[in-house]
């Protein structure tokens, strides 16, 4: 196993990230070896692109690894820029003084395998030179973190003082845990359940399905051809956009109101569809839609009990240092998922509460509360 070269990344401003402070470089763990699937096909030519902040400590105990959602990537903190379509996800959570305080803790942020901002995912090269498109193997999330493990041991670490995500990171975080107990301290477990419900797999139907209805879709071989699904990927967003955020924020913030000078009873759009427009517009710049369609399948896949004896069984096997929280207004992965993961802690308990009117999104949001 090889890793690219070059200095930890420098530390954010403990408010944020500000004019003149350095930002985290994006690096590129590669894989030697085929990486091994649970279909039990292998994988050749992986790559994982990370970011870090904060030093390792000489006895290795002060790394954290930090899991993003499913259209989030390694940059945690820090502006767009080159390499960086988008700002941090995270600004106020991770820097000097902050809960993931980087002048103590070593933090290791992976972009997840089957994305599409720097690990290998469809739109990478296959060993042809080709890209992958329709033939990269379907995987799983516990084959994410089988990624993950060889990456930890390029940096030298044998155990996390803490994983921690949300959503997607929080099934991450759930599977890492389970599945290496002895290398996982502590866990952070946020906004997301023990096994995706039919509630979510219905959710995400419809969103899979507008993707491969977009005849530019071409069956999920259009990398290459100046063709991209943007109809089907801007419709998914929509969508998913709704189930993010709370029924009474939407409903406070737009009502009926129409989008400035546009009048719907004439062709125009009420205020929440520019809303919606806009946040699809912002996604199809920056994801690809092979990525969304594959990682949202692992998603409807995930089940920490499945091979485990069930979930009680699964989730006894976590850290007692475990804290699983969610979000008041969340309507896709509402608390009562949260809750049933704490009652089978090995030190059983109920979920920490974030009380916030954004949905599901009140993870990435509510930073006070996170952090608290």
Known sequence: MTQQSG?????PHPGGWREGDPVAERR??????????ESGQTLPGVRLAYQTWGRPNPEGTNAVL???????????????GPGQPSPGWWEGVVGPGLALDTDHYFVVAPNVLGGCQGSTGPSSPAPDGRPWGSRFPRITLRDTVRAEEHLAA????????AVIGGSMGGMRA??????????????????????TSAWQIAWAS?????IRADPDWVDGDYHGTERFPVEGLGVARRIAHIT??????????????????????EGGRYAVESYLDHHAGKLVRRFDAASYVLLTEAMNGHDVGRGRGGVAAALARMPERTIVAGVTSDHLYPLAQQDEIARHLPVPGRARVIDSPHGHDGF????????A
């Open 7 to 11: 200095a930890f990344a420098s530390r």
């Open 28 to 37: 590129w763990f590669h894989l030697e070896e085929p990486l091994g699937l």
């Open 66 to 80: 930090v899991l993003h959602a499913l259209t989030g990537d390694a940059h945690v903190v820090g502006p767009a």
């Open 154 to 161: 390029a940096l030298g670490i044998d155990a996390w003082a």
């Open 174 to 195: 759930l599977e890492w845990a389970i599945t290496h107990p002895e290398r996982v301290r502590r866990a952070l477990i946020l906004a997301c359940p023990a096994a």
């Open 206 to 210: 419809p969103q899979l399905h507008a």
């Open 244 to 265: 993010y955020r709370g029924a009474d924020e939407i409903e406070t913030r737009f009502g009926r109101a129409f989008q400035d000078e546009e009048n719907p009873y």
């Open 364 to 371: 990435l949001i509510a930073t006070d509360q996170v952090s």
